[in-house]
């Protein structure tokens, strides 16, 4: 078997002749006696799309990404440029235009070139495009269409859509260390819009992860997402209003760890805090959260949505912890921050693209599980809201306010989940919201792998996960008194 | 200069090669097929604690394919302009176009809708600026911010950007057109502190023209009064009142109309507003109208995203909807005439009632006025509106005090008809042009 550094070649140097001398001749337009460091991102993506409606496949699309990205850092200082042509000449001229930001004179050079092989691998080479034949991807769209369709006559629009991703990166830095990853992505989703006595609801579900398209269709994933789709579009046509104002807060396990992501996650990354721009800044060592508690990201999680086996600077990824028993103990970071902050990268430095600027982001964070039983937690609520699934949320670092929109809620009323509720916007304080935390469920999950988390308007795939968790008093935005 | 080297050249190769793309396109067997080829070029740069932080280029371009076999489609895309690339991209369509299935609404749009005579609508400006100059002037913007109070503890930086790009869409009806704009903004964004608390908030300007971009200074001295007045921001008691939407937010509520009037809600019976044709949905004094051919401004085309001529009309007349954002497909599905909206809205101009902004506080006398907004919480298909909020409580139409850590509620329908007042402080940064809007009321929640 090829390892993920042949496909790079393959794919970038030796195509366009660009050998030891060649890198040798960018990293001198490229590195000054002042730079911190630098790198060259070379990536090419294939990504295929299918889309159906109304019972038929309607739409497919298939694109190409395919260019490099050249860095130059000194300090807390960048340049960057890239090209989508990948040649000597192109580099040259990239390499020229990111070196503006150093203010030195003097050029210096590399001193070997080594290829870096990653200790272990998370996913397959395989190309997951050519996982299923088009006609099986085109039945497979089918199925969730029937699947759902049968599962309630108030079914009345389907929406299913099924996505691959190969992508294939090289990442040659100021050290002289080449390294490669070739990663793979799917994603289904299905959406369903349901109609009962004039009264129309919608709903959404689906997953994916770094594996082959097959996954879908063993042990009937897909199946599951169109019927648990439908399933929620018939509980919001009973849904009332959900009440307003500070309560107690059941949250379910899984994809409700978006409150992880939101309220501390993005606090955390190493960015804001070199700057002191985030409401966690200078806080490490304190009490941030209930005894109990401890919040990871880890990018190591084998085939999960947000798992690297290196990041976009070569860094292999890591479990991080970033509280611990309710302590803050560390960011999460890529190469330049941590420099600046005197510590070393946790493998957190990720890019949408060739096209951007690398940051610190998070790979999968969730919760560890606790002890209690999830109907135990419930069961200790008089009146409340038991928040099951969510749409997303978002996040002012600065002040710490955050909120996640509930998809799926239920009142509780003398410890039992009674009434489902209208879509409410959750609202809390970040810094203090995981000290509201009174219980914590035995029932750690992930979410099934349909994260994408924005930042400086740059997607990346993401994971959560959490146990189900009681918190006294969030702010829910309902509507009724 | 932000610019691009020999435009005229440049538009002519691209016009030619999306001929090559349709003629190919047809020797393959498509019946139709149509072709976007776009680039642009940028500078990027960001400034933080009075020094350089990031300095980018930036180089992009794109070609789009899509192709019909009678009634079955296919698109790719790709970044490789050269001959072979497009072909191979062409390729990839039509195997797409092979597995996906007969849809009798698919294809082109009409002929005779076609733009025919392009208008200039003064969109390409490029800023003869180098960058040491964007610097220069995201410093100055920064600089003014930092000077503006001392609580003002810390940045997020400012930023200059200039974009020039061009494009052409050509399909085989025979429409080969091409665009080019540019467009300029600078940005800044700071950080306050007091006691424990922090704050950041954030001001803009943008336009394709660098001229009526606002001062760097005023830039700067905006986003720190907008930083500063937030601190000391607290939660207020859950409660029912007037909601008054700063004219950057009001925005957001035309927007959410735009996506219920959009032809694809329509069709699939997922927006709030389903068959709302001739319909009363606001008050009878708001009128909203949709203007394409405005010189220099950012939503101006001349035709929309399949060559179709674009042209002024109402939206909503005396608080009655007039009409959908159709394209041809969705047109077709819905059996009615496409307006020339594939690809979105144009420019947006929503009337005022004459009032200024201290007006319309005064008009709300005791309620919020609401200057950020966080989170999506929006249901389109029942128009359930729940989102995370930050603002002013206001007593006898003054700001009292700021607010966070609350959320504004209610169902667009409810705060479409309950709109009291429209400001006439308008602005102008965006393709929908409001000013601020008064609904007469929301839930908020708070502690």
């Known amino acids: 078997m090829q390892d993920a550094m042949a496909y790079a070649r393959a794919e970038f140097l030796t195509p366009s002749g660009l050998n030891e001398s060649a890198l040798d001749k960018v990293f001198a337009e490229l590195l000054s006696k002042d730079t911190t460091l630098a790198d060259l991102y070379f990536q090419a993506a294939r990504y295929e799309s299918w889309g159906l409606e109304e019972g038929i496949v309607k739409s497919g699309s298939y694109s190409i990404e395919r260019g490099v990205g050249v860095r130059s850092v000194c300090g807390e200082q960048t340049g960057f440029a890239y ?26 050079k590399v001193q070997a070139w080594k290829a870096q092989m990653p200790t272990r691998h998370l996913y397959g080479l395989s190309d997951p495009l050519a996982s299923l034949s088009e006609s099986d991807k085109i039945d497979l769209l089918h199925r969730m269409d029937t699947k759902a369709r049968a599962a309630s006559p108030y079914v009345k629009q389907v ?36 109609e009962r006595n004039g009264q129309t609801e919608s709903a959404s579900s689906g997953g994916g992860g770094r594996f082959d398209l097959d996954y879908f269709i063993n042990n009937h994933r897909a199946d599951e997402f169109a019927e648990e789709a439908v399933r929620q579009a018939l509980v919001n046509l009973d849904a009332q209003a959900a009440p307003a104002g500070a309560m107690t807060v059941v949250l379910g396990s899984g994809w409700p760890g978006v409150l992880l992501h939101e309220a501390i996650g993005h606090g955390l990354e190493g960015d804001f805090n070199r700057k002191g721009t985030s409401a966690f800044s200078g806080r490490i060592g304190e009490q941030v959260a209930s005894k109990g508690i401890t919040v990871v990201d880890d990018g190591t999680l084998e085939k999960r949505r947000g798992s690297l086996t290196v990041d976009d600077e070569g860094t292999e990824t890591q479990c991080t912890t970033l509280i611990e028993d309710g302590i803050l103990k560390g960011y999460m970071m890529d190469r330049q921050n941590a420099a600046l902050m005197g510590t070393q990268s946790t493998g957190n430095g990720r890019r949408q693209s060739y096209s951007h600027l690398t940051m610190p982001r998070m790979t999968n964070t969730y919760m560890r599980a606790g002890e209690y039983d999830p109907a135990e937690i419930i069961a200790s609520v008089e009146k409340g809201v038991y928040a099951v699934n969510f749409s997303g949320g978002q996040v002012d670092i600065t002040s710490g306010k955050f909120v996640f929109s509930a998809s799926e809620a239920y009142l509780i009323e003398n410890g039992k989940a009674t009434r489902p509720l209208k879509n409410a916007t959750l609202i809390g304080n970040g810094p203090d919201v995981l000290t509201r935390v009174s219980m914590i469920g035995n029932d750690l999950a992930l979410d099934t ?18 146990p189900t968790l009681r918190v006294d008093g969030l702010t829910v935005g309902g509507t009724a008194a | 200069m932000i610019e691009l080297e020999n435009r005229q050249a440049l538009g002519a190769e691209f016009q030619e090669l999306a001929e090559f793309v ?20 940028g500078l990027s740069v960001e400034v933080r604690m009075g020094k350089v932080d990031k300095l980018q280029y930036h180089r992009d371009q794109g070609a789009s394919l899509t192709v019909y076999f009678g009634h079955k489609k296919g698109f790719a895309s790709s970044g490789d302009f050269s001959r072979k690339a497009l ?28 733009a025919k005579n392009p208008l200039d609508l003064d969109l390409y400006h490029p800023w003869a600026i180098n960058a040491d100059q964007a610097i220069e002037l995201a410093l100055a913007a920064e600089g003014t911010a930092r000077a503006y109070d001392a609580r003002i503890s810390n940045s997020e930086g400012a930023s200059v950007d200039s974009y020039a790009g061009l494009g ?11 665009n080019s704009s540019t467009r300029h903004s600078l940005s800044c964004s700071v950080v306050a502190q007091e006691n424990d608390a922090m704050q950041r908030d954030y001001w803009y300007t943008t336009s394709c023209v660098a001229e009526a971009l606002e001062s760097a200074e005023s ?22 009142v007037p909601v008054l939407y700063a004219p950057e937010l009001a925005r957001g509520l035309i927007g959410h109309l735009v996506s219920a009037l959009s032809g694809a809600s329509q069709y699939r019976k997922a927006s709030f507003l389903l068959d709302s044709v001739g319909k009363q949905i606001f008050p009878e004094f708001l009128q909203l109208r949709e ?12 035709w929309d995203a399949e060559g179709v001529a674009t042209q002024e009309r109402e939206i909503i007349l005396d608080g009655k909807v007039q009409g959908y954002f159709l394209g041809s497909y969705s047109a077709r599905k819905l059996g009615l005439a496409t307006t020339g909206n594939a690809g979105g809205s144009s420019n947006l101009l929503l009337s005022h009632t004459g009032a200024s902004f201290q007006d319309l506080l005064q008009a709300m006398g005791r309620g919020l006025l609401v200057t950020e907004l966080i989170g999506s919480g929006i249901n389109m298909i029942t128009g359930d509106y729940s989102r995370g909020a930050a603002g002013f409580w206001v007593e006898n139409g003054e700001l009292q005090y700021p607010v966070e850590e609350i959320t504004i509620a209610s169902n667009l329908k409810d705060m479409y008809l309950g709109i009291q007042g429209i400001g006439t402080d308008v602005d102008q940064r965006g393709s929908i042009q409001t000013g601020s809007i008064l609904v007469n009321r929301m839930i908020v929640a708070g502690q």
């Open chain 2, 291 to 302: 203007c394409p051919h405005i010189p220099r401004a950012l939503g101006s085309r001349t």
């Open chain 1, 449 to 466: 792998g349909i994260g994408v988390c924005g930042k400086d308007g740059q997607s990346v795939p993401v994971g959560v996960g959490q």
């Open chain 2, 22 to 41: 349709l003629k190919a396109a047809k020797e393959r067997g498509a019946s139709a097929a149509e072709v976007g080829i776009d680039k642009g070029t």
């Open chain 1, 83 to 108: 090209s989508d042509e990948i040649s000597l000449q192109a580099l040259l001229e990239s390499a020229r235009a990111a070196r503006a930001i150093s203010r030195a004179g003097q050029s210096a």
């Open chain 1, 159 to 194: 929406m299913a859509s099924l996505v691959a991703v190969h992508e294939i990166i090289l990442i040659v830095d100021e050290q002289g260390r080449m390294t490669a990853d070739v990663r793979p992505l799917v994603r289904t989703n299905v959406s369903v819009i349901v």
């Open chain 2, 168 to 178: 052409v869409y050509a399909n085989s009806n025979g429409f080969n057109g091409l």
């Open chain 2, 219 to 240: 830039v700067g001295k905006e986003a720190a009064r907008r930083t500063v007045r937030r601190l000391g921001s607290k939660p207020i008691a859950t409660c029912e």
């Open chain 2, 87 to 114: 072909e191979d991209t062409l390729d990839a369509a039509c195997r797409i176009a092979r597995y996906t299935a007969e849809d009798e609404f698919n294809g082109l749009a009409d002929p005779e809708l076609m």
